[in-house]
């Protein structure tokens, strides 16, 4: 069980640039999120997906779009990079139904845009 | 609008005392508060949680004390060791809903 796993670990882009992260979970969990991390910011949702083909905005959604083609695949697309983006992205999941819902994260991919 | 409010923003502590952490909220729609354990280049991960219907949550060396009147609740680390210096985070998640709102980091050094 690897749990949620992020492509890649770590990214320089330049602005303007573009390119894809990948989140994958093999828990079969229905709901998968992607949150962004600053410093003394903590951590806020971008977007999320409640089921396969279903996307939704987060609270900072602005410059990032998603995609849920596959149940166990999130993918996180940032088409035109700007430095603002510089931040590490964390990729979760959980199921939609439970007592609990608790959301298992992956590792982390640090992005920096020069 | 940080939704929910966390100091302090770091803390040291000896080893073998109590570590506090605080959390603050206004949204009374939120029924479930987790802490979340962030170790330098890892993901959070679920450390305890509590519901609003009970004032104090024990997993362990680690506590939550919940005021629901005073909306804030706390997590008591005793006997904090070396091992639990990490970043912590507090969230709130409100009835019937996924999305987790997330306090703005607490970074925990213990000094052996």
């Known amino acids: 069980n690897a749990g949620v796993t992020q492509t890649p670990k770590f990214r320089v882009l330049k602005t303007g640039q573009s390119m894809t992260l990948l989140c994958a979970q093999d828990?079969?969990?229905?709901?998968m999120y992607w949150y962004r991390q600053d410093p003394g910011m903590g951590l806020r949702l971008i977007h999320y997906?409640?089921?396969?083909?279903?996307?939704a905005k987060g609270e900072v959604p602005d410059g990032y779009n998603v995609s849920r083609l596959k149940k166990q695949n999130f993918l996180l697309g940032l088409e035109s990079a700007a430095p603002s983006q510089t931040s590490v992205y964390f990729c979760?999941?959980?199921?939609?139904?439970?007592?609990?819902?608790?959301?298992?994260f992956g590792p982390g991919t640090r992005l920096t845009v020069t | 609008q940080q939704q929910v409010k966390q100091s302090p923003q770091s803390l040291i502590v000896q080893k073998g005392g109590i570590s506090i952490i605080n959390c603050a909220y206004e949204?009374?729609?939120?029924?479930?508060f987790p802490w979340y354990q962030q170790f330098p280049g890892k993901g959070p991960a679920l450390l305890i949680a509590?519901?609003?219907?009970?004032s104090e949550k024990k997993e362990g060396r680690f506590t939550i004390s919940f005021n629901k009147s005073a909306k804030q609740f706390s997590l008591h680390i005793m006997d904090s060791q070396p091992g639990d210096s990490a970043t912590y985070f507090c969230?709130?998640?409100?009835?019937?809903?996924?999305?987790?709102?997330f306090g703005t980091g607490t970074r925990l050094t213990v000094i052996p």
């Open positions: 979760a999941s959980s199921y939609l139904q439970g007592s609990l819902r608790e959301q298992y």
């Open positions: 828990m079969n969990h229905e709901y």
């Open positions: 997906s409640v089921g396969e083909g279903t996307t």
């Open positions: 949204n009374t729609a939120f029924d479930y």
């Open positions: 509590i519901r609003p219907d009970v």
């Open positions: 969230a709130a998640r409100k009835s019937g809903a996924n999305n987790l709102f």
